[in-house]
Every structure is written in structure tokens, then in C-alpha cells.
């Protein structure tokens, strides 16, 4: 249910992002009290971006869940800041993160929907 998706200007290696994307998976699992089986994670890379007018490393990121908590989001921003961080080279202050909440009937799966 849970799909995160990260758009950063950084160019990622091979091994760099499939570190960082089976940690997102792992923390928004945990984060969300999800199990991982469920979570998809995509990592785009090197897309032409700019934050506060420089280029210096950042992200975007979007993360869709069924019965997001409101509650939650701050919890979930640290935890993924504190994610990328130690993946990769981009500061938390250089983060953006969209939290978005959907309806069990709008999010399909495997023939149906949730």
C-alpha cells in the first residue's frame, strides 16, 4: 500500500541506490506499521533540479499510504531525513516530503482494490 517515491539531483551509483531504497523500504515499513511486503520504493536520480536557487545535493520526496495518520507525519519526516542522510549526502533542511493519505477504494491491487 505505502508507495514512496524520490526524485533527487544527485547521481546515485548502483549499489548506492539499491542501498537506499531497500533502507527507505525497511524505515517506511517500520514508520508505518506496514508490512514490507506491501511497500514499494522508487529512487530517481540525477533529474535536473534546484532548491533555494542552488544545486547543491536535494530531494523530493512523495509518500502515498492507505489510513495515513495526521498525526504521524512529523514522525515519518524525521525518520526519512534521518534515512536519506545516512545514505546519501543530501541535509535534511534540503528535504521536501509530500504526505499523502488515500482511500482503500482508490488504491488498487492484485485484481481489486484495499
Not at 523530493?60 to 524525521?78: C, F, H, M, R, V
Request: net charge negative.
Amino acid at each position: 500500500m505505502p508507495y514512496l517515491v524520490m526524485q533527487t539531483n544527485q547521481e546515485l551509483s548502483d549499489s548506492d541506490r539499491d542501498s537506499l531504497v531497500a533502507h527507505l523500504s525497511e524505515v517506511t515499513a517500520k514508520a508505518l506499521g506496514k508490512p514490507e511486503r506491501y511497500v514499494m520504493i522508487a529512487v530517481e536520480d540525477g533529474v535536473a533540479m534546484s532548491f533555494a536557487g542552488t544545486r547543491e545535493p536535494l530531494a523530493y520526496i512523495e509518500l502515498k499510504t492507505i489510513g495515513l495518520p495526521d498525526n504521524a507525519t512529523g514522525e515519518l519526516s524525521q525518520m526519512l531525513c534521518a534515512a536519506i542522510e545516512a545514505e546519501t549526502d543530501i541535509q535534511g533542511d534540503r528535504i521536501y516530503i509530500e504526505f499523502k493519505g488515500v482511500e482503500r477504494h482508490l488504491w488498487g491491487w492484485n485484481h481489486s482494490t484495499f
